[in-house]
């Protein structure tokens, strides 16, 4: 019988203003590959992917498990590029799907940080909600209720490489505290539903300072995004799309005026905070 697997894995968002390769969220888009058993390997997709082995869900897939027998299909809604957690959705899938075929109860969230490199898309993805990473594990909570959010995706990436160049090997004792204050409150602010809290929280002096060169528009729209009526704003991982945080009431008017400003040069749209993580179903 010929065994199948559909796994679905989240976009996500990461660093969160100040909790710098630390804080991320799960977001509703989604990235989907169906595995099947056909023995012969092949990748059947639309999206601009390698084809071969070199295609991360397959590496990842490998990590585990032999990928010769098995044909992987992708579509997937999140950006290839923009800071939505693309690649660790991707090797999300791959894990998962080689993790259920195999029925290996490996440690995902280890073999996806050796793949990424760093454990906040990676842990979002995979456990969905909000994530706090540390000593190589990660804490995960749910979203509060009647919080929202909504991306701006510039038309003009940044690339990862640039932005990782643009930060220094040390940082001024003032903006490593004025991140940790920033950081608690923020926490404290999800766990509570107190958005006045998460917006002060949002604040960040590590890396999107040294980052707004590399996206000025991105930045212009979250120091803007509380007069929108949005509760705050921050980049989205390296950038340069902007995830910004909405009360419920609030969300379609600040939908129009964030699409009236970023008209020309980006695209809007909701990406509700996602409580689901990467999951598994037979076919």
């Known amino acids: 019988m010929q065994r199948r697997r559909l796994i679905r894995a989240p976009a996500s968002s990461a660093n969160l203003g100040p909790g710098f390769d630390s804080f991320a969220a799960a977001?509703?888009?989604y990235t989907d590959l169906e595995v099947v058993e056909t023995?012969?390997?092949a990748v059947v997709t639309e999206l601009?992917?390698?084809l071969d082995r070199t295609n991360l869900m397959v590496r990842a897939f490998e990590r585990l498990a032999p990928a010769d027998d098995f044909e992987f299909r992708i579509r997937s809604q999140i950006p290839l590029t923009g800071g939505l957690g693309s690649s660790a959705a991707a090797i999300v899938c791959g894990l998962r799907a080689a993790d259920h075929l195999f029925e290996l109860d490996a440690d995902l969230l280890e073999h996806a940080v050796a793949i990424e490199g760093h454990p906040d898309n990676v842990a979002a993805a995979l456990s969905g909600g909000f994530v706090v990473c540390a000593d190589g594990t990660s804490v995960r909570f749910d979203p509060p209720a009647g919080l929202e959010a909504v991306v701006?995706?510039?038309h003009e990436p940044v690339r990862t490489a640039e932005a990782r160049a643009a930060l220094p090997a040390e940082v001024p004792?003032?903006?490593a505290i004025?991140?940790?204050a920033h950081g608690a409150l923020l926490v404290l602010g999800l766990e509570r539903g107190d958005w006045d809290l998460v917006g002060r929280g949002l604040v960040d002096c590590l890396h999107q300072p040294r980052r707004a060169h590399?996206?000025?528009r991105s930045m212009e729209v979250i120091e803007a995004a509380r007069s929108m009526g949005a509760v705050g704003a921050s980049i989205s991982g390296a950038g340069p799309t902007v995830l910004v945080w909405t009360q419920y009431e609030q969300t379609g008017g600040v939908v129009k005026k964030l699409r009236e400003a970023t008209d020309g040069w980006a695209d809007v749209m909701r990406a509700p905070f996602e409580p689901m993580g990467a999951d598994v179903r037979e076919l």
């Open 214 to 216: 590399l996206y000025p």
């Open 152 to 154: 701006v995706i510039p």
């Open 27 to 29: 977001l509703g888009l």
């Open 173 to 175: 004792m003032a903006d």
């Open 178 to 180: 004025a991140n940790i």
């Open 48 to 50: 601009d992917l390698p």
């Open 39 to 41: 023995g012969t390997f």
